[in-house]
């Protein structure tokens, strides 16, 4: 069975930086991609980041230069690294791979 656990958001001021974890089992994370989303309050789903099996990653336009992907494969953990955040960004933030969502972690921007 895969199961997606995602951790680490909370609240943080402008400027800030959070590391989101998603913790994978049933599935090994060097074979599969892992995806982060992101919903904000009145909006829909919206893809945020990806590493691939390969290591590679693609980011929404909105976040490419601000946050990014790591793995630690000892962990079968993927961390999603968010930066210089604005508000804008408090969402709540998933991970997903092989169409399996975890619940969520909750992230808010706000002096």
């Known amino acids: 069975q895969v199961q997606l656990v995602e951790s680490g958001g909370g609240v943080v001021e402008p400027g800030g930086s959070l590391r989101l974890s998603c913790e994978v089992s049933?599935?090994?994370?060097?074979?599969?991609?892992v995806h982060w989303y992101r919903q904000a309050p009145g909006k829909q789903r919206e893809f945020v980041g990806v590493i691939m099996a390969n290591g590679n990653q693609m980011f929404a336009d909105s976040v490419k230069d601000r946050f990014s992907l790591s793995r630690d494969n000892s962990k079968n953990t993927v961390y999603l690294h968010l930066r210089s955040l604005i508000r804008q960004d408090t969402a709540v933030y998933f991970c997903?791979?092989?169409?399996?969502w975890g619940i969520g972690t909750q992230v808010t921007v706000s002096s």
């Open positions: 049933g599935i090994d994370v060097r074979e599969n991609s």
């Open positions: 997903n791979a092989v169409r399996t």
